[in-house]
């Protein structure tokens, strides 16, 4: 079954403990991405990833580190997490850009 | 920068009515996709329906169907024959077809309830 896959769907961790939320696709990909959804405000983009080794930054990437060493693994990491980092994350993919994109599950992370 | 607003925070519809969400964006760009995405409670992003800019012709998915006013820039959604299952937030979607990065940029979301 294609999917998008992130582990883990639910996390509660306190400031400045790193922490790493992991997505996976297996549809062979070119195209990740990592969006927050906050209420009021919509989806927003965080990072983006055209093909292994290539990242850039979306709209509101202060806080957040990714990494593209694989073609099917788009981790999302947080060196020192804060409070305004609380929300949900989803990832995202599609084969190339410009084209619809698939979506994980979610993650809600709290950050007390 | 492209910008999307849903102006109803809120809607609700009673059971086999028709609803219409509206949306509209800005942007100086001529070549674009625009989506709709449902995500019911379970919070997944499911996409329901796209535009393509340079397509006259309104997109339609079965009971759901699209009025795509470009030079209005509005591009809202019809929801035919509603069903409880229809209840769920929804998001209009703006996607370049000019610049790079394949951002989406999403609307504030329309949390929409289908009453029995």
């Known amino acids: 079954e294609a999917q998008v896959t992130q582990n883990p769907r639910y996390l509660i961790t306190v400031t400045g403990k790193k922490l790493t939320v992991t997505c996976s696709q297996n549809m062979n990909h070119e195209y990740m991405s990592w969006y927050r959804q906050d209420p009021g405000l919509g989806l927003r983009q965080i990072y983006y990833?055209?093909?292994?080794?290539?990242?850039d930054k979306g709209d509101v990437p202060e806080g957040y580190k990714v990494s593209r060493k694989e073609k099917r693994n788009f981790p999302l990491i947080l060196e020192s997490p804060s409070p305004n980092q609380t929300s949900l994350y989803f990832c995202a993919s599609s084969y190339t850009i410009n084209q619809p994109q698939h979506f994980g599950d979610g993650t809600r992370l709290s950050i007390l | 920068a492209q910008t999307v607003t849903q102006s109803q925070p809120e809607m609700s519809v009673q059971e086999a009515e028709t609803v219409t969400l509206s949306c509209t964006y800005d942007t100086s760009e001529s070549n674009y996709y625009l989506f709709w995405y449902k995500q019911p409670p379970s919070r997944q992003m499911i996409l329901v329906i796209r535009?393509?800019?340079?397509?006259?012709q309104n997109a339609t998915e079965n009971r759901f169907s699209v009025n795509f006013q470009k030079a209005a820039k509005s591009f809202s959604l019809k929801i035919s024959d509603s069903q409880l299952g229809d209840t769920a937030m929804y998001f209009c979607a703006f996607m370049s077809r000019e610049t790079s990065g394949s951002r989406l940029t999403f609307g504030e979301g329309t949390q929409l309830t289908v009453n029995p």
């Open positions: 535009q393509e800019a340079y397509k006259q």
């Open positions: 990833s055209m093909n292994v080794e290539v990242t």
